[in-house]
């Protein structure tokens, strides 16, 4: 059973005659336990699609579903504790709280939803934990390496225990080895923690590590890659030039 779809998914910014139709008609089921990785050109639409699946922006016709709830039928307060507690974020830039510890920042988006200090401090280790952080949970971002940091980020994303985590260029802003580091967590995150993960990439050697590549190109699906670990990033690279050109 998907745990997030959409029907005829479609987003256009502005007003004739300068609209822009970023999403049209775009149509995909994500299952439980499915690592998704979204493809495309600049202006693809990679971006909007991941955005309207967290519901960070609402459609301009068609449907969203996750756990089969239409989120075009949630208000703003429905939809805010459905991220808090049921999808985890992740981000190229980290968005870490430079005054707060690893800790607190992890322990943060419980704080905000009623959990008690203590609680929510006890699962932000059991977080920092799962992503290797323990040893520096003491420590500032400023403290901290990039991929440090994305770490961080993940173990926020994971600490609310969410059914579907979306990334938004999650490796963009680190060196290829902290970048292997962090892909290697996010497929750890499906493998050993259960966890549905879609993400926005450029990156054919992260994409690499996924289950299925979604192509987009001027807002639709262009082509779909079932990867089984069989497609090297050679391959997707070659696919992706291959749709940018069609």
Do not use: C
Not at 11 to 40: C, H
Not at 80 to 106: D, K, Y
Not at 115 to 123: E, F, I, M, N
Not at 164 to 177: C, F, R
Request: charged share 20%; aromatic share 4%; no cysteine.
């Amino acid at each position: 059973m998907p745990v997030v779809r959409t029907e005829s998914l479609t987003k256009i910014y502005g007003d004739a005659p300068r609209q822009v139709r970023a999403l049209n008609e775009v149509s995909l089921n994500i299952d439980a336990g499915e690592f998704v990785a979204i493809m495309g050109s600049s202006g693809s639409g990679k971006s909007t699609l991941l955005y309207n699946l967290g519901g960070l922006e609402m459609p301009t016709s068609g449907q969203v579903w996750f756990n089969q709830t239409d989120l075009s039928t949630m208000n703003d307060n429905e939809l805010s504790q459905l991220r808090r507690q049921q999808i985890g974020f992740v981000f190229q830039f980290f968005n870490l709280i430079p005054v707060l510890t690893a800790q607190e920042n992890v322990a943060m988006p419980l704080i905000l939803d009623g959990v008690s200090h203590l609680d929510a401090t006890r699962r932000a280790d059991q977080a920092l934990e799962k992503v290797g952080l323990s040893e520096r949970k003491t420590h500032r971002p400023a403290e901290l390496s990039g991929g440090e940091q994305q770490r961080v980020a993940i173990a926020r994303a994971l600490v609310t225990n969410p059914a579907l985590i979306l990334g938004d260029e999650p490796t963009g802003n680190l060196d290829s080895h902290s970048g292997d580091e962090v892909v290697s967590l996010l497929r750890n995150v499906v493998d050993q923690w259960g966890r549905t993960l879609v993400i926005v990439t450029h990156d054919p050697r992260i994409a690499a590590h996924a289950d299925r590549i979604i192509f987009l190109k001027d807002g639709q699906i262009v082509d779909e890659t079932h990867l089984k670990g069989q497609a090297s990033a050679d391959q997707i690279r070659a696919q992706l030039s291959k749709v940018a050109v069609s």
